[in-house]
């Protein structure tokens, strides 16, 4: 059996990887594919990011969406380097000892969010679990950064766990960011093999601190499907996520980045990702945001807008009942 050598290459960036045997990486289904990164508009975004050292999360994941969301000038930002701590068998940023934290980077975060006018920005990070608050304080910097060089834009969060620490949650939280995203990503059954750094409940307790907090924040999570979940499986982790009071529901599914990450046990139809949404509108969520190419900061900012909406409409309707 042959395999692309570029991603046989990329494969090398994940050492503790390279024991795994190769995965058979399937043909993907015509509702996968999408088109190669190209125009004017993306090659601007991509030079911003370069002139001011950044790095996006769109790069280091390999999303599928890169090319839609830079036309756009629409990224999401990586902080705290690109090398991270754990090593999630789904997750193709690079895996290592991370070098020491940037102290200039929530204000190049700031400036390059300022020139690009962006009316919403996603702020992502590597875990690190190296640094005595997992990076929390560089979080509340970079939010800082971005509400003193952008104060019209509004910002969301995709933060590791903080290993659990309820003074670095509240910390974060109190920056107030506009949503605070923590993608549970998988269920709990599949934790050990495909989120072995993780614990389910931990990151549900994360997301249950931040309403306990500040009750006005969004809050987000997203699932991957296709690593052999199922959905009554999916069901009780939406109900999980219900009970934690979260706003906002994204699912899609899992691709797997070369053939030293865990497989696709299967990839499910646009009509199963259809029923995934009604489910989870069924159990309450404001958003809902289900399809094969759905990732966590896909359309952000008019998923923002339509989440105030939603939270408005969803007041109006209990002050008039």
């Known amino acids: 059996m042959t395999y692309n050598e570029e991603l046989l290459d990329k494969a090398k960036r994940h050492p503790e990887k ?6 058979p990486m399937g043909k993907k289904p015509e509702w996968i594919k999408v088109k190669a990164p190209q125009g004017k508009t993306y090659h601007e975004t991509r030079d911003i990011v370069k002139n001011f050292k950044l790095t996006t999360v769109c790069e280091e994941a390999g999303c599928p969406n890169i090319g839609e969301c830079w036309n756009k000038k629409h990224a999401t930002f990586m902080i705290m380097g690109e ?9 193709n940023v690079a895996t290592g ?12 975060v700031g400036v390059a969010v300022e020139k690009m006018g962006l009316k ?15 990076g929390a304080r560089h979080f509340v910097k970079t939010i800082e950064a ?8 509004t910002v969301e969060i995709l933060p590791g766990d903080f290993r659990g620490k309820l003074d670095d949650i509240d910390s974060v939280t109190m920056a107030r960011p506009d949503v605070f995203n923590h ?3 998988t269920v709990p059954r599949l934790y050990p093999t495909i989120r072995p750094g993780a614990r389910f409940f931990r990151s549900l307790r994360l997301l249950e601190r931040v309403k306990e907090v500040d009750p006005t924040i969004f809050t987000k999570s997203g699932l991957m499907v296709g690593l052999g979940e199922t ?5 009780q982790v939406m109900d999980d996520l219900r009970a934690a009071d979260v706003d906002f529901l994204t699912v899609g599914q899992y691709l797997q980045p070369t053939p030293k990450h865990a497989p696709v046990d299967r990839f499910w139809s646009p009509d199963e990702f259809k029923k995934l949404e009604t489910m989870a509108r069924a159990k309450g969520f404001l958003m809902v945001s289900a399809s094969p190419l759905t990732r966590s900061s896909h359309h952000a900012g008019e ?3 339509r989440l105030k909406e939603a939270r408005e409409a969803k007041m109006a309707k209990v002050a008039a009942e």
Not at 18 to 23: A, E, G, L, S, T
Not at 146 to 153: A, H
Not at 231 to 235: A, L, N, Q, R, S
């Open 18 to 23: 390279q024991k795994n045997p190769d995965r």
């Open 83 to 91: 090398v991270c701590t754990r090593a999630c068998s789904f997750c």
């Open 97 to 108: 000892k991370p070098n020491e934290l940037d102290k200039m980077e929530p204000l190049r």
């Open 120 to 134: 919403h920005v996603v702020i992502t990070s590597v875990d690190r679990d190296d640094l005595d608050d997992s």
């Open 146 to 153: 971005i509400r003193f060089k952008s104060p019209d834009t």
């Open 183 to 185: 993608n549970l990503e």
């Open 231 to 235: 959905i009554e499986e999916v069901g």
């Open 303 to 305: 998923d923002f807008q």
